[in-house]
């Protein structure tokens, strides 16, 4: 396999998975925490020593989109986790209680 088939077939499983609702609101929870994380940063020390200044945008960007996915995950199959709940509850034998034997 060479390195331009790789690359044309990486670039469409991404193009598809960006055309799903899951990926819409994973780009748009990226593109709302790299907003928000540019003005984090995030200061890093070692004995006391500052390292540097990290920016904050990449870290809070992955957290925004993976709250973007999940959230819409979430709505997507809301009416199917209602079901499967209700069958849970179905399933749950109810308590038999035990009463006196008369001998």
Do not use: C, W
Request: aromatic share 4%; glycine share 18%; proline share 3%.
């Amino acid at each position: 396999m060479n390195k331009d088939n790789l690359t044309k077939k990486a670039s469409k499983k991404i193009i598809d998975g960006a055309k799903t609702p899951e990926g819409m609101s994973a780009i748009g929870g990226a593109v709302g925490g790299g907003f928000l994380g540019g003005t984090v940063g995030i200061v890093g020390s070692f004995a006391g020593l500052t390292i540097g200044g990290i920016s904050g945008v990449l870290p809070v960007a992955a957290v925004g989109a993976g709250a973007g996915y999940a959230v819409t995950k979430l709505i997507r199959n809301r009416n199917k986790i209602k079901k499967l709940e209700n069958e849970v509850q179905g399933l749950k034998t109810p308590k038999v209680e035990k009463k006196d034997a008369e001998f």
